[in-house]
């Protein structure tokens, strides 16, 4: 079995089994299982400084999203000129934990300023997700510009998954991580992203998360 290296990117590990993202997050899930029953403590890039924000920073109310998202909505239309960062995560998968964390520690922990603004969607997908579980999840993404939501019917999953080309034909979104540039709103539906990434495996090595990748595109679009 191949050796994992937690102070690597998640999308890497794609290639050491050759398979999908849920069958990586099985695998993580089992690792993360044994060690934390053994007590040993798994620790990579950005840890410390996670651990530190959390400590100066106060837990962001998590809001509930209605049926229809207005909630989400209404805050994306208020931050109107500046760029954004939407994430639809499950607080329980492995894979969206380390993404989440990914986005965290490699992009929003080297910007500085009141920008980009980041709206975090924990999704109900997963038999553990609930909304205990979404708002201990808020911890992974201590940033002071994000904003935390919990979807529990899916919304914006069900969404998302009729307007991206997502791979392997799945028709809900999640482990996304979007970008929408200053001037876009939101109208009757969900906009579309300037610029998006996934950890869901498929033929498109170019879509999968890349934190350098996706910084730089966040950056573009604060100039």
């Known amino acids: 079995m191949p050796k994992f290296d937690f102070r690597t990117p998640p999308d890497s590990w794609f ?3 050759g398979g999908t993202a849920a069958t990586v997050a099985a695998v993580v899930s089992m690792i993360l299982t044994s060690s934390t029953s053994h007590g040993a403590q798994i ?3 950005g840890a410390r400084a996670r651990q530190d924000a959390s400590t100066r920073h106060e837990s962001a109310p998590l809001t509930d999203l209605s049926k229809d998202g207005h909630e989400l909505k209404a805050a994306f239309n208020a931050d109107r000129g500046a760029a954004k960062i939407l994430l639809i995560v499950s607080p329980t998968c492995p894979m969206c934990r380390s993404g989440a964390q990914l986005i965290e ?3 929003l922990a080297q910007l500085g300023g009141d920008k980009p603004k980041v709206y975090v969607v924990w999704t109900k997908k997963l038999f553990g997700d609930n909304r205990d579980a ?3 999840a808020e911890s992974l993404v201590p940033d002071g510009r994000a904003r935390h939501f919990w979807d ?3 919304y914006l999953g069900k969404q998302y998954g009729k307007t991206l080309e997502l791979p392997g034909g799945r028709r809900f979104a999640w482990d ?3 970008i929408f540039d200053p001037k876009v709103a939101w109208t009757e539906a969900p906009p579309l992203p300037t610029f998006w990434m996934h950890q869901l495996g498929g033929q498109k090595p170019e879509l999968r998360l890349d934190a350098a990748r996706f910084r730089e595109a966040v950056v573009q679009r604060l100039k």
């Open 134 to 136: 979404a708002a201990n």
């Open 152 to 154: 529990p019917t899916g």
């Open 43 to 45: 620790v990579g890039p």
């Open 15 to 17: 290639g050491k089994f």
């Open 176 to 178: 996304v991580y979007m």
């Open 105 to 107: 520690d490699r992009v």
